[in-house]
């Protein structure tokens, strides 16, 4: 009577493949997925830099309160309050017509974003909108996976 079934080193060749194949593919799935959120921030920041802009135009003032000619110096790390004017108005802004932005304003990591008038780009300060990426680092502590949108062009 002849037996059938694998032996031990066939399937211990079998479930190496296997390994072999998952630790190749799953470094590419992470990189896709860290790469799809990367543009997911971008585009979502697109539509806050054009609310914030709409803002600006409409009460002459950015997300911080400052007048939209010179843009102050104060960070605001999460855009999302009212006091920033965006979703709702503390009163602060003159002819507010918002709210300007329907969606969540977190980055796809679940931080919020920011909007910061003196960001430094290649060496010049800019007004831009921003998230802190994929390490949520900030606070003036700017690194190089930073994603933001420049406002000031």
């Known amino acids: 009577?002849?037996?059938?079934?694998?032996?031990?080193?066939?399937?211990?060749?079998v479930v190496g493949i296997i390994g072999l194949?998952?630790?190749?593919?799953?470094?590419?799935?992470?990189k896709g997925v860290q790469s799809s959120r990367i543009k997911e921030a971008r585009i979502e920041l697109e539509m806050i830099s054009t609310a914030v802009l709409q803002l600006a135009w409409d009460s002459g003032k950015w997300p911080n309160a400052q007048p939209r000619t010179t843009g102050g110096s104060t960070e605001m790390w999460d855009i999302s309050l009212a006091r920033c004017g965006l979703l709702d108005t503390d009163g602060t802004y003159n002819e507010w017509k918002g709210p300007?932005?329907?969606?969540?304003?977190?980055?796809?990591w679940g931080?919020?974003?920011?909007?910061?008038?003196?960001?430094?780009?290649?060496g010049v300060m800019r007004v831009v909108v921003g998230s802190f990426g994929p390490n949520g680092a900030g606070r003036n502590s700017y690194d190089s996976d930073d994603v933001y949108v420049l406002l000031d062009d």
Do not use: S
């Open 100 to 108: 300007y932005y329907g969606g969540e304003i977190k980055d796809p």
């Open 1 to 13: 009577m002849k037996q059938r079934g694998f032996t031990l080193v066939e399937i211990m060749v």
């Open 21 to 30: 194949l998952a630790g190749i593919g799953v470094p590419a799935i992470l």
């Open 111 to 122: 931080n919020p974003y920011f909007f910061d008038p003196d960001y430094l780009v290649d």
